[in-house]
């Protein structure tokens, strides 16, 4: 994650518990995305041969050319996405306008690490009733993005490593945490894990990211 | 991924070029999948003040209701995802069922590898105009799954190592590769990355898969 430093809330400034992720705002773009994200949970759950797939598939292209119809370019479209609106609101893991999105929730914590708890169904399945090993890689590398920021850091991912320590169950509540270990010069190192209610650590990973703000050495 | 290597096509036995991902049936689940996939993209390129979201939310929660209205209890239609219906149709990377997947096709090559084209769009961005890194984390992950069902190996992923070189672009074709390299004792090496049409590596990958076939030694 690239973060505004110039506004992102930070450890120390900001309270304890302060959301990271945009905030639910009932608007009708969320609105319209969460139903979207039930439209995809339910495809996957639905008895193949009972629900009438014929006419789902028509009205949601009907409602697909609707959007289509309104949208603008996808260069000016880009503009409003990372200037007139939240950076977090669009992304593939925290993003309420993005359906993809489980959305994960992030709050920032005084001891300096952020964490979430999500649950996950049958869209993120990588093993029978389990979350996919990607899936995991990819919530927690947003994850330590918004730890950087929240420790005042930013940086481009240039390493993820991600172990797998035991099957990550879906549908119960999922704790995702990240937390920024180490600066050196323009080199980040940080840290995250997802666990289970009880604590016991499914998937951990370490990253580092270089930091584009901090002029090379020279 | 776990596949069934009693009935998975291995490099030597199948065609050079065959898909190892489900092929496209146009049946209704995968046409009414294949709708929510634009719905999910055009809610994130539509015009926020332009489209009638009040009325796209009423529908799609309609469609959901409908959907939700014929899904089996979940342990059921777990049983039905894993043996009855084809393992490739679900996932999050290559499933046509599932419209969180882009879907990545991939085929077998003689030489030994995967590989798969696909283009990316907003729902998979990360930094501006470019692919998510998790999201690259997420389509390798499950790329080197194949890439070891392809060599007639099953393992459950133990390390994920991603290595980011150049930002990936969205609206642009890339090639996503995997490939076995090693099989020591248990433990299964295998390689990947995603590259731009001119060759160029945007995201390599490293893994260790960790084969349950094998007795442990004692």
Known sequence: MTADLTTHPTVGE??????LTTLPRDEPIDAAT???RRVVDALLRTDRGAADLIRVTEVLDGIADQLEEHAPEVADRLLDMWKGEGVTGHDPVTGRENAIAPPLRLVGRSEGHVEGVVTLSLPYQGPPGHVHGGVSALLLDHTLGVANAWAGQSGATAQLNVRYHRPTPLFEPLTVRGRLETVDGRKITTVGDIRTA???VCVSVEALFVDRTVPRPR
Chains 1, 2 share one sequence.
């Open 198 to 200: 009880d604590g016991t």
């Open 34 to 36: 969460a139903a979207a």
């Open 14 to 19: 900001a309270p304890d518990g302060i959301v």
